[in-house]
């Protein structure tokens, strides 16, 4: 877990440090807010078109050898943004450091299923996501410093920050293929009896689900023999085949994929858009930014942990995602219209902890239900479709005040799917508990 967390730390980085490129970038190369925020948000384009396939490969050819590859290829990439000179090569490179990272985090989140009952994975899930606002914590003074490279060597200060936060991928990822383990039989540190146990465990919960979904495919066949689906709207059965396409057709995973995707508008308008927010409320340097920046993902690392570990004391998961998806989204709401810069934070802060505090008991919920191939593709469906929003949050900010002129519009929209997701997940019912 604390090299997975690491790998996550860099791979989070990677994608939002543009927010603090474009401080400097935008004026350089002329880019308008719109072109802007539509390469800032192409990155999920690229995430959108191959993630199932990824994910499905490292199915195939084992978490420990995808993984590594994916994470050198999206170093080199990461770092060869700082060759743009033009909007097109930023949409391109964009894309492509999308298409590098679609494999990772649902691949984790996979693999994590291998590893870790279900009664512990939110917590777990939730440890693993903490890297991301730690990675703000991190990289939000360490951009701004990078960023006071300006002109060293002939270089921008957004081209030495592109430079030198993208080779730790690439040399984390050589690290990684010599370092992780595919499946705990495997796990040296492990002995004998623990190795045991944890199969058992998993064996057993496994099999439970299987019996699960063959009670409730005869239950669903016997009363309703004249209908094609299988399961009830809004419950979380298990799909009836162990196949690719089985979660595509449970009408949960689709909810589910809604209520990510006003959960990833959120994350990532404000993680891309976060910088020059800060920057409009106040004239400081890029130093400052950066630590002020940093504010928000402390308190969300505090707060995600917190939730998740009340998640799974208490085996419940829906109100432990809505409840922090409308503190967000109410928090953001009132910080569109405030012209303080220490207010803004505060609010900020709640809404970045709302996002972030959502993320470990929303993935308990999937990972419950899908298991082998299935698990494969339900868990990349859900990731690709729902990061959608990673395109839509921060191209609608972007467009918004390219035409207004001000963050407002664009803030209450994304606010607005934060507010939907909380209310959808409501109407997802538990999880039948062993």
């Not at 910080?335 to 993320?359: K, P």
Request: glycine content about 10%.
């Amino acid at each position: 877990m604390p090299f997975l967390f690491v790998l996550y730390v860099v791979a989070y980085l990677d994608r939002i440090n543009v927010g603090f490129a474009a401080l400097q970038m935008q004026s350089q190369l002329g880019f308008s807010d719109k072109v802007y925020g539509l390469g800032a948000g192409m990155f999920f384009a690229g995430y959108f078109f191959f993630q199932v396939p990824s994910n499905l490969v490292l199915e195939r050819v084992g978490a420990r050898r995808w993984i590594a590859l994916l994470i050198v290829v999206w170093g080199i990439v990461s770092a060869s943004t700082a060759l743009i000179t033009n909007a097109t090569s930023f949409y391109a490179l964009r894309f492509l450091l999308g298409a590098a990272e679609a494999g990772f985090f649902p691949g984790v989140i996979l693999y994590l299923k291998n590893w870790f009952p279900a009664s512990a994975r939110a917590r777990t899930v939730a440890r693993f996501v903490t890297a991301a606002p730690i990675s703000g914590v991190i990289g939000g003074p360490l951009s701004g410093a990078l960023l006071g490279l300006h002109l060293h060597a002939g270089l921008a200060g957004w081209q030495w920050m592109f430079l030198l936060e993208g080779i730790p991928a690439v040399l984390l990822g050589v690290i990684a293929w010599k370092y992780l383990v595919d499946r705990p039989g495997d796990a040296a540190w492990l002995d004998s009896q623990e190795k045991t146990w944890l199969r058992e465990t998993l064996q057993n919960e496994q099999i439970n689900r299987a019996v699960h979904s063959r009670h409730a495919g005869s239950i669903a066949n016997s009363g309703a023999a004249n209908r094609n689906h299988i399961h009830a709207p809004g419950t979380l059965a298990a799909p009836a085949h162990s196949d690719t396409f089985a979660a595509l057709r449970s009408r949960p995973i689709w909810m589910l994929t809604v209520v990510y995707f006003g959960l990833t508008t959120t994350m990532y308008g404000m993680s891309m858009w976060l910088p020059t927010v800060i920057k409009s409320l106040a004239s400081v340097s890029n130093l400052t930014i950066g630590m002020v920046s940093a504010i928000p993902y402390l308190a969300a690392a505090i707060a995600m942990v917190r939730v998740g570990l009340h998640s799974d004391r208490t085996q419940e998961r829906r109100w432990h995602v809505a409840l922090p998806a409308f503190a967000g989204a109410c928090a953001l709401g009132v910080a569109a219209y405030t012209h303080s810069l220490t207010l803004a934070v505060v609010l900020l802060s709640i809404t970045v902890m709302g996002y972030f505090s959502m993320m470990g008991p929303f993935w308990a919920m999937p990972t419950i239900l899908l298991s082998s191939t299935s698990a494969a593709a339900g868990i990349a469906f859900i990731n690709s479709f729902g990061n959608l929003g990673g395109f839509f949050g921060p191209y609608t900010i972007g467009l918004v005040r390219s035409s207004t002129g001000a963050f407002r519009g664009g803030l209450l929209l994304v606010a607005a799917t934060m507010l939907v997701s909380g209310a959808i997940v409501l109407l997802v019912k538990e999880p039948a508990k062993a």
